[in-house]
């Protein structure tokens, strides 16, 4: 099962312009997560995240403005989640959640969070980025204030008014096949410099203005590898808010056999087969040798169902 995709909640988005209606589910059975700096509160003896009431959250001291700043995320029976980003906070507010939980990055924990859990948390990540990195009007520079309980954001000069939303940058993500003159299929996998030691994953690249899904995968499979695709098919689709994309899954038929990796996109590709994918161990081992993807990542969702479903291919 893909990670991230199981985001349950009600958004309420009828009732979420209400000022009246929010600051009702604020203080009646609410449930708060904290981010500082993209990275969720853990308590690192469960490896699980820190949610807290509003009392313990009015206990950090947090003053009355930012809790008006609260994003609301959506509603499960009678509770009400909410996000509050703490990252331009002072000192001794972040010491005392702190002494709550450790602040990490949910890649981290993700592979063993259950997936609704987990799925909460990037929705959580996903909105407070997007809030820090559009404090100020695409159009006329002014400052941008919250609203609509953090899924918009509104222009604050009288002129403009300029209302802007939560943005999801669409992404290819594709697992090349082809079955070669031995009879044997291999699959396409390349690793980035950056990366750890070892790492092959599928290609992956952003959809271009104006261009289809499809074009998009031929398009990337081409420039990275210099391979040739045909017969794409969809697999599926993974929030991944690191830091906003959503990625969409393909498996593609190469018609072409002979890599010529730019350089500038990867630093190597290969063809593999099943038996030798089998072998690779995983992202984070100490061993040497090949490595596959993250566990939580659409990425090792296709190479695993390339793996052990041929027929989806």
């Not at 904290?34 to 990275?39: A, G, L, S, Y």
């Not at 989640?81 to 005392?96: H, P």
Request: one cysteine or more.
């Amino acid at each position: 099962m893909l990670k991230y995709c199981e985001m349950n909640l009600d958004r309420a988005s009828n009732y979420r312009k209400d000022t009246a209606w929010l600051e009702d589910k604020k203080k009646y059975n609410s449930q708060w997560l904290v981010m500082f700096e993209d990275k969720n509160l853990f308590c690192t003896q469960k490896n699980e995240p820190v949610f807290l009431t509003l009392a313990a959250l009015l206990n950090l001291k947090i003053d009355k403005q930012l809790l008006s700043e609260a994003i609301f995320i959506g509603l499960e029976g009678e509770v009400s989640y909410f996000v509050l980003d703490l990252t331009n906070l002072n000192e001794q507010v972040l010491n005392k959640a702190n002494q709550l939980g450790e602040f990490y990055d949910i890649r981290q924990f993700g592979p063993s969070i259950e997936n609704q859990l987990a799925s909460i948390l990037i929705l959580g990540r996903a909105l407070c980025y997007w809030h820090r990195t559009h404090k100020f009007c695409g159009r006329c520079g002014t400052v941008n204030k919250l609203v609509e309980a953090g899924h918009s954001r509104t222009c604050t000069n009288q002129n403009c008014l300029h209302q802007t939303f939560p943005r999801t940058d669409p992404a290819v993500i594709m697992l090349v096949q082809k079955t070669f003159s031995d009879g044997i299929e291999r699959c396409l996998l390349g690793r980035q410099a950056s990366w750890p030691k070892g790492v092959f994953s599928t290609l992956a690249g952003f959809v271009d203005p104006g261009e289809t899904l499809e074009k998009a995968v031929q398009r990337e499979v081409f420039e990275e590898s210099g391979i040739e695709v045909e017969n794409v098919k969809y697999i599926g689709s993974q929030p991944w808010p690191f830091p906003s994309s959503i990625m969409l899954g393909f498996i593609s038929t190469a018609v072409s056999s002979t890599i010529e990796v730019d350089q500038d996109e990867l630093e190597q590709a290969n063809w593999f087969t099943r038996a030798q994918l089998k072998q690779f161990t995983n992202w984070g081992d100490e061993s040497e040798g090949f490595k596959l993807p993250r566990k939580d990542s659409i990425s090792r969702f296709l190479i695993d169902c390339w793996i052990n479903s041929p027929e989806l291919a």
